[in-house]
């Protein structure tokens, strides 16, 4: 069986944000984490890459996908210079309404300073591979049907306008989907995108909810090298797969009362 961690980072900065602090990294951890994948065999790829060679039964020894969600301004100041200096190449995963310079696009609420769209043709131009990661970021469960198609859509139609590349790859906001969700994804356009779940993926997962390993602030380098590793990973994630399995019931129960009123 094809077993491969996929890393989630978001922010990657010393002074987070109470927004983004519980979710943030320092780039000092990053620099250690990135140093041990790199001096212990693993082979990095984007999850275009690793879609593409899981297809042609082609997997490189040792596999991982390092990404970031949202879009950060520190990905580029902190996160960039790191990944270049271990020849590392990654997956951002951008909110287009986000970005800093979306002008008349502009739309939700970013959590700190954010990816401008130049910042983020220069990281395309080595390597780094820009997905999806909706318009606004909403929780995408939760939408009427025609506010998603917008949402996917428009994100996907500014990344590939803006960055000039193809953008077959999301991740969902908060890390939730859907069947419908998943449905409205693959008719955007989309071979492959993200969720959460805090689990090694493997060739059993649906492609359009491929789980991913958080790293978080309280990350240590311990339970880092055990979790790429495989080792003890429902362990070192119990807390966090407990809240997400509850937080599921009460999405769909929300989702199940919205449409007994007719409200999506």
Known sequence: MTRVPILMYHSVSDR????????????SDLAEQLAYLSENGFTPLT???????VNKSALPPKPIVVTFDDGYAD???????????????????????WVADADGDAAGRPLDAMLSWGQAREAAQTGIEFGGHSHSHPQLDQLRTEELRQELRKNKGL???RIGAPVATMAYPYGYSSARVRREVRRAGYFAACA??????????DML???????????TI???????????????????????????????????????????
């Open 196 to 205: 959460v779940n805090n689990m090694i993926a493997a060739d059993r997962h």
């Open 222 to 264: 311990s339970m880092f090298m055990r979790a790429v590793e495989g080792s003890a990973v429902p362990l070192i994630y119990l807390r966090e797969r407990i809240l997400t399995k509850g937080y599921a019931v009460v999405r769909r129960t929300r989702y199940g009362l919205q449409r007994v009123r007719g409200n999506v």
């Open 16 to 27: 987070p944000n109470e927004d983004t602090k519980p979710h943030s990294v320092r780039p």
């Open 47 to 53: 999850l275009g890459a690793l879609v593409a060679s």
């Open 75 to 97: 990905f580029h100041s902190a996160a960039l210079p790191l990944l270049e200096r271990y020849d590392f190449p990654a997956t951002v995963f951008l909110t287009s309404g």
């Open 209 to 219: 909810a491929i789980p991913r390993l958080t790293v978080a602030r309280h990350t």
């Open 159 to 161: 990344l590939e306008e």
